[in-house]
């Protein structure tokens, strides 16, 4: 069973900074791919940053220079550290992880999602 929970959401102004958070259930070298996704009201899922095996993150081209995608192996979890908000942020944030191999039936796995709202 994979689980996957983030945390680090919350209400930030205009210019501020959150670091969000996904602590996985299992090594994340059980998985080939590790992203964070968002959803806005109205608007489809999209891609934020996506990190492939040892590769360097890549990024939407809305949050490249003010978002970064880390990883802590030790801790079995990953980061999107968010600078520089703009309301146009506002979405709940996914973390998503691909397994190299089914789990409960399924390569994909997200978490619950946490909310981000930029608003002065």
């Known amino acids: 069973q994979v689980q996957l929970v983030e945390s680090g959401g919350g209400l930030v102004q205009p210019g501020g900074s959150l670091r969000l958070s996904c602590a996985a259930s299992r090594s994340l070298f059980s998985f080939v791919t590790m992203g964070w996704y968002r959803q806005a009201p109205g608007n489809q899922r999209e891609l934020v940053a996506t990190?492939?095996?040892?590769?360097?993150?890549n990024y939407a081209d809305s949050v490249k220079g003010r978002f970064t995608f880390s990883r802590d192996n030790a801790k079995n979890t990953v980061y999107l550290q968010m600078n520089s908000l703009k309301p146009e942020d506002t979405a709940v944030y996914y973390c998503?992880?691909?397994?190299?191999?089914?789990?409960?039936?399924?390569?994909?796995?997200w978490g619950q999602g946490t909310q981000v709202t930029v608003s002065s």
């Open positions: 990190i492939t095996g040892g590769g360097a993150p």
């Open positions: 998503n992880m691909r397994s190299t191999v089914r789990i409960d039936g399924k390569h994909d796995h």
